[in-house]
């Protein structure tokens, strides 16, 4: 069933189809997380967008023009135009296999980012809905291509971002080893304080350099299952103008 959601920023909102996979919170974290480092005059693109939720929040709190949003599924594509008609904005939308796009792209993005599907194609529950197993197994792309796409996309220097589980950590480093994109910052995401971590966000660029740097963790919720002020602060603080 198809829904219409408030954003609370800047009076945009949003079409969702519950039969689709819908946004969560990691998609929030990594929005807010990109608007720290992204500039309003570069080139952005974000891979397996789905209803464009990521792209549509960085637009909003870094007013960065140039954006691109990928996405295979049609009806994803759908939903994406619908809320970018609906907020007056204005993106490229590419309705494809992210596999198809370095012959059309090579060099040209400052930015690139991506929600990825966490889970290995034989790895945890499978949904009845085929859309939602796609968005959550490595059926279509695993964490291989996605970097793998991402060094074609960008040009030298340019910065790859993500959001990924920390069992997936070593996966993770290895592809982006393997394709030489140098990790600049991580950040943990823990549920609350007694929990293990369950997210982590990181940037990465082009080329060749070993300095990394392991941001303050962020913790979400407080005792009483409320946001927690940094939350909050998070959240709010990285809207700003560049």
Do not use: W
């Not at 219409?4 to 039969?19: A, F, N, R, T, V």
Request: charged residues 30%.
């Amino acid at each position: 069933m198809k829904r219409l959601d408030d954003l609370q920023i800047k009076g945009y909102k949003i079409y969702q189809d519950s039969e689709s996979f819908c946004f969560g919170i990691d998609a929030v974290i990594l929005a807010n997380f990109i608007t720290k480092f992204i500039k309003r005059d570069g080139r952005y693109i974000d891979l397996c967008s789905g209803n464009g939720i990521i792209p549509i929040l960085v637009e909003a709190k870094s007013f960065i023009k140039d954006i691109s949003l990928v996405e295979i599924d049609d009806n994803c594509c759908k939903l994406a135009k619908e809320s970018l008609q609906y907020n007056h904005l204005s993106m490229n939308i590419i309705n494809d296999d992210i596999k198809n796009l370095s012959a059309v792209f090579y060099d040209s993005f400052d930015y690139v980012s991506v929600n990825p599907p966490y889970f290995k194609a034989e790895d945890g529950l499978f949904n009845k809905e085929e859309k939602k197993n796609i968005a959550r197994h490595e059926i279509l792309c695993d964490i291989y291509d996605v970097c793998h796409i991402s060094k074609k996309l960008l040009k030298e220097r340019g910065s790859l971002f993500m959001v990924h589980r920390p069992n997936r950590l070593e996966d993770v480093m290895y592809a982006l080893k393997s394709e030489e994109l140098s990790l600049k910052e991580i950040m943990f995401i823990y549920p609350n304080e007694k929990k293990d971590a369950n997210l982590f966000c990181f940037r990465a660029t082009k080329g060749k350099n070993s300095f990394a740097k392991v941001l303050k963790p962020l913790i979400i919720y407080d005792e009483d299952n409320n946001y927690t002020k940094e939350y909050l602060d998070y959240i709010d603080g990285n809207s700003k103008k560049r």
